[in-house]
């Protein structure tokens, strides 16, 4: 897929959103690309998880054991790539504020995996995401993602293979434009940063 054809996607699923957005990052941004909405539609989520998995390299695909991604917004893109790859897909989540592997999910030593998320800004989620799956006694591959939103500054220490890079700007809360500093932020996440 080119990259006019995942924005195609997006905007079809009405899934680009303008507006004032505090992003998990805690960074506000004017644009916000909701993938809940863009992966609801099943043969969409597959579309573009094919899509993502064919940019891996061969000898990566064939590494693999499991795919994790991180609860909430990686775990249909996550369930996707594993059909993909056709491997199992599982995910961690925090219960109480660390990732961790829950609901009979667990990996055993060695086991080689890759992460899954729906959008990467800054990393904090999937480095997080990653020692999780570490501490599990887990060997972190690489990253695949929907979004690249970092402008390629996302530090993950793995390999990072993003579908498509969108860099929309972002803006600490003293860096706001008069556009957004007037407005409410809306907070579209999954993290709990307060407005």
């Not at 990996?107 to 899954?116: D, E, H, Q, S, Y």
């Not at 006694?137 to 498509?164: I, N, Q």
């Amino acid at each position: 897929m080119t990259d006019d054809e995942i924005l195609a996607e997006f905007r079809a699923a009405e899934a680009l959103l303008q507006g004032h957005f505090l992003l998990s990052s805690g960074r506000h941004s004017e644009y916000y690309l909701q993938c809940a909405r863009v992966l609801m539609d099943t043969e969409r989520a597959g579309r573009l998880a094919s899509a993502l998995a064919a940019k891996l390299p061969r000898d990566l695909r064939q590494a693999i054991d499991v795919v994790i991604s991180p609860a909430m917004g990686g775990v249909i893109i996550g369930h996707e790539m594993g059909r993909a790859l056709g491997k199992a897909a599982m995910f961690v989540e925090r219960p109480t504020g660390t990732f961790e592997l829950r609901r009979g999910f667990a990996i055993a030593p060695g086991t080689k995996v890759l992460m899954v998320e729906d959008v990467v800004t800054t990393g904090l989620s999937s480095r997080e995401a990653m020692e999780a799956v570490r501490a599990a006694g887990g060997e972190v591959l690489a990253e695949a993602a929907l979004v690249d939103r970092s402008g390629g500054t996302a530090e993950l220490g793995v390999p990072f293979y993003p579908l498509v890079a969108i860099n929309f700007p972002t803006y600490a809360d003293d860096e706001l434009p008069p556009e957004l500093a007037g407005t409410t932020a809306i907070k579209p996440g999954s993290r709990s940063v307060a407005a």
